[in-house]
């Protein structure tokens, strides 16, 4: 089984600025990772995703998150955003041997300021 | 490419009536798809997992005989909220794992919003 830790449940930022939105997980086991985002009363849209290989994961729409083992993090980070950024966003584990549901955390709520 | 299409988006019903949701998957085979529901300012509760040709797999708690899933084909699933009720209001969004995909991926749909009156 694993979990996910969401701490900041809202980060408001303005814009132009960076931001990172903070994930730890935990699992016994070796996990893949994922970050949506959600907009208003729509569904998920997978924002990146960490299978293996390079921990930087770069995603779409200037994002990218770095997977840290020893730390148990996959922080999501934009060095500059946009008004438009303004949404939820769920981090997601995973166990990585074979087909198990995937794990959400209670997600961040991203306030980009004028 | 990967689209979910989640039908109808917004249904508004009378308590003890039944409200069926359609979640498809448009451009690719989905033997897996994922029924789960969010409350108000919260993360997504997986209801239940649904496999072409079987029975869903339901998550503890949840009442199989309330909310029926019907996964008929490799691109289409099913929820039927069966005598709803005002409790049962919610935001209900599908997601289904694309046949040849590695890493769990799921693709969503847009979720459709029950309000039970």
Known sequence: AQSVTQLDSQVPVFEEAPVELRCNYSSSVSVYLFWYVQYPNQGLQLLLKYLSGS???????????????????????????????????????????????????????????? | GAVVSQHPSWVICKSGTSVKI????????ATTMFWYRQFPKQSLM????????????YEQGVEKDKFLINHASLTLSTLTVTSAHPEDSSFYICSASPVEASGNIQYFGAGTRLSVL
């Open chain 1, 55 to 114: 921990t930087l994961v770069k995603g779409i729409n200037g994002f990218e998150a770095e997977f840290n083992k020893s730390q148990t993090s996959f922080h999501l980070r934009k060095p500059s955003v946009h008004i438009s950024d303004t949404a939820e966003y769920f981090c997601a584990v995973t166990d990585s041997g074979g087909y198990q549901k995937v794990t959400f955390g209670t997600g961040t709520k991203l306030q980009v300021i004028p």
């Open chain 2, 46 to 57: 997986l209801m239940a997992t649904s496999n072409e040709g079987s029975k869903a797999t």
């Open chain 2, 22 to 29: 359609e979640c498809r998957s448009l451009d690719f085979q």
